[in-house]
């Protein structure tokens, strides 16, 4: 995986850039699990004036979003293989109490820079993921439907997107973190943390609204452990986090199996998936499609 800095006012941003997401949203081939991870740090404010420990303080992070209301968002997945970077950006907003979001999900271009795909747009909600625009033939009025509870990743990267209340129930998984400092964040005070959460432990604590999902990635993942990196501010809400996930498929784009056979057929793929949290209270109406807005047929990648 390879890192690149750059300066962002008084921010020190670390980029992680890993493999291309192959055959569309929904061709991922994950898993099972492994590892874990049992130290915490210290979290202290520079003089050493001691706090909460930052493990605490990230365990709650996703309490503190629903009791926020709402939030605008926007969403970052990277990856990138033999030497191919490619980057899918969403926008949308987000209703934490009654766990609905939406998003505008941009495609990237192909390497003549004509579009390969249309925006496509997704609902996400408990349990579920609602694409509109999906391509493979799919009418365009119509919704696919997918049970993320009944996918190898539980939706942490399939969709192109973490839904933004999941990325922070992964959260209650952690395990070691550590205070790195205050910075600068849209002209807000944040403080950074950094450190790795357990998807199995995450699953574990998870609200019930989240726990399908996780549950399914736990045992979708080849590695448990996920690196982040997460931005809170003064209220204790989330403004941004950062993981770093690593999934692994076949390069023949069948769907992989557990097993030693199965592992060296595979290949990992770094996926770092960044979501940022801004103008909490902002409207997030959400409704979800009809049962008669519901494409029934069979699904295939999209076409390019």
Same mark, same amino acid.
């Given at each position: ?10 921010? $020190? ?5 890993a ?40 365990h ?28 899918? $950006? ?11 979001? $939406? ?11 004509a ?41 942490l ?50 609200s ?8 399914a ?26 993981? $770093? ?5 076949r ?46 047929g ?7």
């Open positions: 995986m390879e890192f690149q800095q750059r300066g962002l006012g008084v921010r $020190r941003r670390v980029r992680a850039v493999g291309v997401v192959s055959g569309g949203l929904l061709a991922m081939s994950l898993a099972t699990v492994s590892g874990c991870s049992t130290e915490t740090a210290a979290d202290e404010r520079p003089g050493g004036t001691a706090r909460e420990s930052a493990v605490t303080v990230l709650r992070a996703a309490d503190v979003l629903v009791r926020s209301g709402s939030s605008r968002i926007r969403t970052t997945m990277e990856t990138a293989t033999g030497g191919t970077r490619v980057s899918i $950006r969403g926008s949308g907003a987000y209703d934490f109490e009654k766990r609905r979001g $939406r998003l505008r999900l941009l495609l990237p271009r192909d390497a003549m820079g579009a390969e795909h249309a925006p496509i747009t997704e609902l996400l909600a408990s349990g579920a993921l609602f694409m509109r625009n999906r391509g493979a033939g799919i009418p365009r009025d119509k919704w696919v439907r997918v049970d993320t509870t009944d996918i190898p990743d539980g939706n990267v399939t969709g192109g997107a973490t839904d933004p209340l999941t990325a922070a129930e992964l959260l209650r998984g952690v395990r070691k973190a550590s205070l790195v400092g205050e910075e600068g964040l849209d002209g807000d005070l944040v403080r950074h943390y950094r450190g790795i959460t357990d998807i199995g432990r995450a699953a574990r604590l998870a019930e609204g989240a726990r399908g999902s996780l549950v990635a736990a045992r979708g993942f080849d590695e448990s452990t996920v690196t982040f990196d997460a931005y809170l501010d003064g209220l204790g809400r989330l403004r941004e986090v950062r993981h $770093r996930f690593t999934v692994t498929s390069t023949d784009g069948q769907e992989a199996t557990a097993g030693p056979e199965a592992a060296r057929r595979r290949g990992a793929v770094g996926v770092a998936s960044t979501t940022e949290l801004y103008d909490f209270g902002a409207p997030a109406v959400v409704e979800l499609p009809k049962p008669t807005d519901i494409y029934a069979k699904v295939g990648s999209p076409q390019k």
